[in-house]
């Protein structure tokens, strides 16, 4: 058997001030065929289980490229098709093949074109011919158009939020097309429309206990075998964008339709339930202050970097500056031009110093303060789970009892040592603001005395019902309250 294999993936949100290209694959990931590292990025397992899957097997893997760029937003055109066409005269080259495993984001969205997932799966169909298996794993927050469904075999997606599983997954579509190869199934795809959009984190319930469920069916159900649940992504201005389910059985489309619909319809019926209470800046304010002891973590939920946005907002620091509280500190806001001011004028600097705000709409305002410049690392970097998350030049500044870490490379506040690594000790002050919707929780939650979730300002378009979408389809909850019977 020859496989072939390959990944191109990012997070496209559409409503970015940041746009990608060539540049920030390159940052994030590049590996030429067979120059992927061993250990895989969030999109790129399926290459680094295949090689151990083809070894197994006694089969030829045939390596492509790989890409991933960090969440931002549109991808330049020519970078798209740059990538894309690499790929595609790398499996040109490779032919014949029987098979072709792909890793791939799902929330791609590129200058001119919406589904860059579906284009690109449509042309390896092109090339293969109808035969031959295609299938990828993929995000769940990402947009399953008719495109994607008609051009690959099956997907396989993660089915935790955070991404804990994304080797696992990578391990299941694997498994499942080593069996197509060899004859013992025929995957096929049914997908059900859950005509909603929503955020579904699985570290609690109730999607904790769903995606328990789907685990268990996959082990009961004969013939099915695989369960999955596109989250859909709701900073993605796209036509297709919604949540859906998509059960992969062996031969049986009717019971894979049954299937996907059952548990498509039950999620719809916990529809805005999923998400953890959020607050304003002024309650988050008043809880963090009210609170006995710290350190408590204000999370700047919807400003999060890990979900595209710049992540300068400014809404809550404001409030702590306009309400005179202190022991504060701040992890992390992105200013590469204020961190340059500050690595000109050098640690123990007293300077003017505009910062934040300065990327976005509707993320508050610069903020001026005199500052201290306290500490200045270069290539700044915390822990993230096993591994690293750099956060580039930075430079710790303090006034009036706030201590504030600016950065140049934008990440999420995954896990307190971004305050150790610039000299601060994050057990030390009343209150952390940090930027992250989901993936803080399980470092912070160990030294933190309280958690507060705060929606501020708009970084995001959180609220699928106001955002102006341009092209999303508008007959999904929340949009329309019914959209089983508001549908003509
Ligand atoms: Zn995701």
Redesign the pocket.
Known sequence: MRVFTAALAT?TNTFSPIAIDRRAFEASLYARPGEHPATPTLCTAPITVGREVCAREGWDLIEGSASWADPAGLVARATYEELRDEILGQLQAAMPVDGVVLGLHGAMVAQGYDDPEGDLLGRVRDIVGPDVLVCAEL???SHLTARRVAAANFFVVFKE?P?TDFVDRARDLWAIAVRALKGEIRPVMSVFDCRMIDVFPTSKQPMRGFVDRMFALEKSEPGLLSLSVIHGFMAGDVPEMGTKVIAVTDGDAAQGARLAETLGRELFSMRGTFMVAQVDEKTAVDAAMAAPEGPVVIADVWDNPGGGTAGDATVILAELIARGVTDVAVGTIWDPIAVQICFAAGEGAEIPLRFGAKSAPRTGSPIDQHVTVKRLVRDAQMRFGESYAPFGDAAWISFGGIDVILNSTRAQSFDPSLFSAMGIDPKSRKILLIKSTNHFYDSFSRIASEIVYCSAGKPYPNRPAETEYRKARRDIWPMVEDPWTARD
């Open positions: 997070e995000d769940p927050h939020f991404h």
